[in-house]
């Protein structure tokens, strides 16, 4: 499998709510960064961060509309990542940056979201 196909796989576990299957995807030093926050660094500290961002969210999506390999080991995104939290839709347009290991797996993941483009849509759920 190539790294495009290995982080579409991560990103429908991820929309499909199977944290297990998606933190197996990352290695055990793996850095979670949503920017500008400062990075998520350690497997148990990012599960914990999975579990608990998507768990008060009924369905979620996160649908690629342009993704490109990188020297075989670095894939790009572009995407909206869609919750629904109770009545209302989250939809946040982000870059994603994955980067795999020797192994295969995930070390880095750090994604790049406007702040106010992720900002009004919270508050207008809040």
Same mark, same amino acid.
């Given at each position: 499998?190539?790294?495009? #196909?290995?982080?579409? %796989? ?5 929309? +499909? ?11 055990? /030093? !793996? ?6 926050? /400062?990075?998520?660094?350690?497997? /148990? ?11 008060? =969210?009924?369905? !979620?999506?996160? !649908? ?6 990188? /020297?075989? +080991? ?6 909206? #990542?869609?919750?629904?939290? %109770? ?13 795999? #290991? #020797?192994? %295969? ?9 406007? !702040? ?9 759920? =809040?």
């Amino acid at each position: 499998m190539d790294a495009a #196909d290995f982080v579409t %796989g991560f990103s429908r576990a991820i929309e +499909r709510k199977v944290i297990d299957v998606a933190i197996a995807a990352t290695s055990a /030093d !793996t850095s979670r960064g949503s920017m500008p926050i /400062d990075p998520i660094v350690v497997h /148990d500290s990012v599960h914990a961060t999975l579990r608990m961002f998507l768990a008060p =969210a009924a369905p !979620t999506g996160w !649908t690629a509309t342009r993704q490109q390999q990188i /020297d075989g +080991r670095v894939v790009v995104n572009e995407r909206l #990542d869609r919750f629904q939290i %109770g009545n209302g839709w989250l939809k946040l347009p982000v870059a994603g940056f994955f980067e795999l #290991d #020797d192994a %295969g797996l995930i070390p880095q993941w750090p994604s790049y979201c406007d !702040t106010g483009s992720c900002a009004r849509p919270l508050a207008a759920l =809040a």
